[in-house]
């Protein structure tokens, strides 16, 4: 059975490329909910608008730097505040 048809005409690079891209905001997208389970488990109450800012981002340092915040933060606003300094 020829299977030809089923085999993509991307060249491996850009498929490669699509790869990483999907593995970097699936990390992404894991990291953000950490973030907000951290929130969660604490109490914490978050605002849809907080709660946007977190999913939307896609930089691991910044998301890291959320979750830190987040475990000692005494609201979910304050895991900006060195943003909201700058």
Excluded: N
């Excluded at 790869?19 to 929130?39: F, K």
């Amino acid at each position: 059975m020829d299977l030809s048809f089923y085999k993509s005409r991307i060249p491996e690079g850009i498929r490669d490329e699509g790869r990483e891209e999907g593995r970097a905001e699936g990390e992404a997208r894991r990291a953000a909910q950490d973030v907000l389970e951290v929130l969660d488990a604490r109490g914490i109450d978050v605002p849809a608008a907080v709660r946007e800012r977190i999913v939307s981002c896609r930089d691991p340092e910044t998301l890291r730097r959320w979750h830190r915040r987040a475990v000692i933060a005494p609201s979910a606003e304050q895991i900006f505040s060195e943003e909201q300094d700058e």
